[in-house]
């Protein structure tokens, strides 16, 4: 059996720190080694959002933790594998840098490199409303090969609380990555049964 490739995680300073927290504990629940990076916005959403321990929390979880800064990290290059990055949220900062490639810094680098070896790169992108700008981001970076997938609850769910918005939307992010691991996307839809 081949080892379970590491998954990439990377934190911009968007609204919604929560389901990035949420994506860490998941991905280390289930035995997947995290590589960490958090701009430095995140930082401050995360303390702002979550509260002064959630950096921490989610640095204790994950297999390593790479400074924003360190351009030359091993998740910098294309011979690292992995099994996939999630931008979890993804600030329209870091959306606009990574659909022009403007990688000046570890979390658009390791972005761009996902994009160039053709993995999976899902983008969680969080802000509203959204101009022709925002739009056109997003576009330039579909069509380059990102997954835009951004934090909005599934009402037909029936959520009651925001931690069940923040779960199944972390959930749903993971899947994404087809990482083939029992239990980590949650309940498949199975119908309404409302036939017409
Ligand atoms: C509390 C807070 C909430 C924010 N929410 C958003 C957001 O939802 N979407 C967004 O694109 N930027 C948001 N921003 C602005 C970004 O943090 C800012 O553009 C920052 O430069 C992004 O940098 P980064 O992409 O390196 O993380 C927010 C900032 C703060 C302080």
Known sequence: MTARRPVVVGLSGASGAAIGVRVVELLAGAGIAVHLVVSTAAERT????VGPDALPRIAGLAAVVHPVADIGATIASGSFRTGGMIVAPCSIRTLSAIASSAADNLLVRAADVHLKERRRLVLMVRETPLHLG??????????IGAVIAPPVPAFYRRPRTVEDIVEHTARRAIDLLDLQVDGLAGPE????????
Do not use: F, S, T
């Open 134 to 143: 925002h739009i056109r981001a997003m576009a330039q970076a579909c069509e």
């Open 189 to 196: 839809w199975a119908g309404d049964g409302d036939r017409p």
């Open 46 to 49: 995360l303390r702002h959002e």
